[in-house]
């Protein structure tokens, strides 16, 4: 039982790390379609109102470098995006190191989840923070 959990999450990982930006980039030319408009939309309306991307934009892009093993190129994109690329490789690797182990127990993947879900709350604070110093002054005045 236990290595059907750690087949799983490698499944869901590596799935994850190969669909997930190219599937990101066919929901936004869904979205164009179903609005009607004869250019995609722009993703990012934060972006498309000010001129300056948000803290988001360049996460698909980041997830896609990151699934090749770019980390360097993803880090530069977008660091969160980066950041979830690596974590899924970690899934992949943990969920690897379970199957040829006979499978982990339940808390030790209860515990894994904990440390990467607090990395991944700790690198949206970096990200957030990245971004915030990038803005150009004057944009958030008032």
Known sequence: MRQWLA???VVLALGSLR??????VQAALWQSAWEGASEPVAL???KSRTGV?????GGTRALRLASEGRFGEAFSANPLGAWV????????LLGGVGILRGGGTRASY???????LGSAGAAFVVNLVLWWQRLPAGLVAN
């Open 19 to 24: 669909f997930g930006a190219p599937l990101m």
């Open 7 to 9: 087949l799983g999450l």
């Open 53 to 57: 991307p948000c803290a988001g934009c």
């Open 110 to 116: 209860g515990r894994w989840a904990l440390v990467l």
């Open 44 to 46: 990012c309306r934060f």
């Open 85 to 92: 690329g690596l974590e899924l490789w970690a899934v992949a």
